[in-house]
């Protein structure tokens, strides 16, 4: 496609719910990064893909977080057990280069 | 937590005047980027600029690197309303974790028509 795009847009989900969030990055794009927004914040990173392979994910704030990228493209990521603290902006970037970032518009999730 | 610091937190000017921003890192770079932000859309590239450089421009942007400083600034020329916005600073680490962008907490601007 013409640019990263993700999936939903909004997302509300009960406490302790599991929610799943899609990425599609740029067609041909190595590089596939997850970030999470707070309001009023900068991205902070979560995890790293190159190609199918997560060569870092020292940023998931715990063990309830897991991203995926099973074919080299498309990306999920799945929160399980949702909490409050978990609202925020989750920003997908996918890069060729591994230095300009291209962005989606982001999941905004809501935990009520 | 976050490498860079923006700073003003926020700022608010007249349209055609000049908007300037700084941020502060903590560790040695490969590069820096500047990235924009619209109210509830994902960030845009602006500029890159190197290590080994200490100026780059691109239109109205004027992007500064003081690698002795750890700091950067970005000057818009002439802005226009069109310019309000949030920015952002983005450093990478040298080693092995070079891929990591590391974004400041960032500078909302305003540009008053």
């Known amino acids: 496609g013409a640019g990263v795009s993700q999936s939903p847009r909004y997302k509300v989900a009960k406490r302790g719910q599991d929610v799943a969030l899609r990425c599609d990055p740029i067609s041909g794009h190595v590089s596939l990064f997850w970030y999470q927004q707070a309001l009023g914040q900068g991205p902070e990173f979560l995890t790293y893909f190159q190609n199918e392979a997560q060569l870092d994910k020292s940023g998931l704030p715990s063990d309830r977080f897991f991203a995926e990228r099973p074919e080299g493209s498309v990306s999920t990521l799945k929160i399980q057990r949702t909490q409050q603290e978990d609202s925020a902006v989750y920003l997908c970037?996918?890069?060729?280069?591994?230095?300009?970032?291209?962005f989606g518009s982001g999941t905004q999730l809501s935990v009520l | 937590s976050q490498q860079g610091e923006e700073d003003p937190q926020a700022l608010s000017i007249q349209e055609g005047e000049n908007a300037t921003m700084n941020c502060s890192y903590k560790t040695s770079i490969n590069n820096l980027q500047w990235y924009r932000q619209n109210s509830g859309r994902g960030l845009v590239h602006l500029i890159l600029?190197?290590?080994?450089?200490r100026e780059k421009h691109s239109g109205r942007l004027r992007v500064t690197l003081d690698t002795s400083k750890k700091s950067s600034s970005l000057l818009i020329t002439a802005s226009r309303a069109a310019d309000t916005a949030s920015y952002f600073c983005a450093t990478d680490a040298r080693g092995d974790s070079s891929y990591k962008l590391i974004f400041g907490s960032g500078t909302r601007l305003l540009v008053r028509p």
């Open positions: 970037a996918s890069s060729s280069l591994n230095e300009k970032l291209f």
């Open positions: 600029i190197r290590s080994n450089e």
